[in-house]
């Protein structure tokens, strides 16, 4: 198995199935070595460690799979790399982790312990899709809205301002119509523009 080539790993459609056809990561190569796990930097964090995240992936069974797209691991995932750099079949843990938090969001999966990093993966890419970049204060302030989490490091402002690492008026790049449109075709909301 290890020297086979990913076309020529069965797709079928078990999670396994569906995240080498649309990633192409092999999960069935993993031959459990758990070189990924003993490097990973959250592991301890995690409810299972990426080995194990595999491991359930290739038994090809619906109860381990739901396990996998409710586990906190898949939303724990720095995206690091640490994993590929250590693991022999150089399986790509975080593009497969990425999908798998597209899958879970999708199907209302999002593990409860996990709401706070879905709050700020959606301040994010609303901050870019509005501006074009990345605003600092706009991403702040819609996390704190969306967390209610409003008084938490309320303490850290002041520093951070005088330092000039918060700007409270957001630079804007001028395809801002464009960024919607990408927005549009990638996520399947309409840009205002389409309305
Ligand atoms: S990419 Fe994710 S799974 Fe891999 S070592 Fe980093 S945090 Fe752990
Ligand atoms: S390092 Fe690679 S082969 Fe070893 S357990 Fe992790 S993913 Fe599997």
């Given at each position: 198995?290890?020297?086979?080539?990913?076309?020529?790993?069965?797709?079928?459609?078990?999670?396994?199935?569906?995240?080498?056809?649309?990633?192409?990561?092999?999960?069935?190569?993993?031959?459990?070595?758990?070189?990924?796990?003993?490097?990973?930097?959250?592991?301890s964090e995690m409810d299972?460690?990426?080995?194990?995240?595999?491991?359930?992936?290739?038994?090809?069974?619906?109860?381990?799979?739901?396990?996998?797209?409710?586990?906190?691991?898949?939303?724990?995932?720095?995206?690091?790399?640490?994993?590929?750099?250590?693991?022999?079949?150089?399986?790509?843990?975080?593009?497969?982790?990425?999908?798998?938090?597209?899958?879970?969001?999708?199907?209302?999966?999002?593990?409860?312990?996990?709401?706070?990093?879905?709050?700020?993966?959606?301040?994010f890419l609303d901050s870019?899709?509005?501006?074009?970049?990345?605003?600092?204060?706009?991403?702040?302030?819609?996390?704190?809205?969306?967390?209610?989490?409003?008084?938490?490091?309320?303490?850290?402002?002041?520093?951070?301002?005088?330092?000039?690492?918060?700007?409270?008026?957001?630079?804007?790049?001028?395809?801002?119509?464009?960024?919607?449109?990408?927005?549009?075709?990638?996520?399947?909301?309409k840009s205002e523009e389409?309305?």
């Amino acid at each position: 198995m290890s020297s086979a080539s990913n076309h020529e790993i069965h797709v079928d459609n078990s999670l396994s199935g569906l995240i080498l056809k649309h990633t192409e990561v092999p999960v069935q190569k993993c031959y459990q070595c758990g070189k990924c796990s003993a490097g990973c930097p959250v592991v301890s964090e995690m409810d299972y460690p990426p080995s194990l995240i595999l491991r359930m992936l290739q038994t090809g069974l619906p109860e381990m799979e739901e396990k996998v797209l409710r586990s906190y691991s898949i939303w724990l995932c720095l995206s690091c790399e640490q994993c590929i750099s250590r693991c022999p079949m150089e399986i790509d843990i975080p593009k497969m982790m990425d999908y798998l938090r597209q899958v879970s969001y999708k199907k209302k999966m999002v593990n409860p312990r996990a709401k706070n990093i879905v709050r700020f993966h959606k301040a994010f890419l609303d901050s870019i899709r509005t501006t074009g970049r990345l605003s600092e204060f706009g991403l702040t302030v819609d996390y704190k809205l969306r967390s209610l989490k409003m008084m938490q490091d309320l303490t850290l402002v002041p520093s951070m301002i005088s330092r000039g690492k918060l700007g409270f008026i957001p630079e804007m790049i001028k395809g801002t119509k464009e960024m919607a449109k990408i927005f549009a075709k990638t996520t399947g909301l309409k840009s205002e523009e389409e309305k």
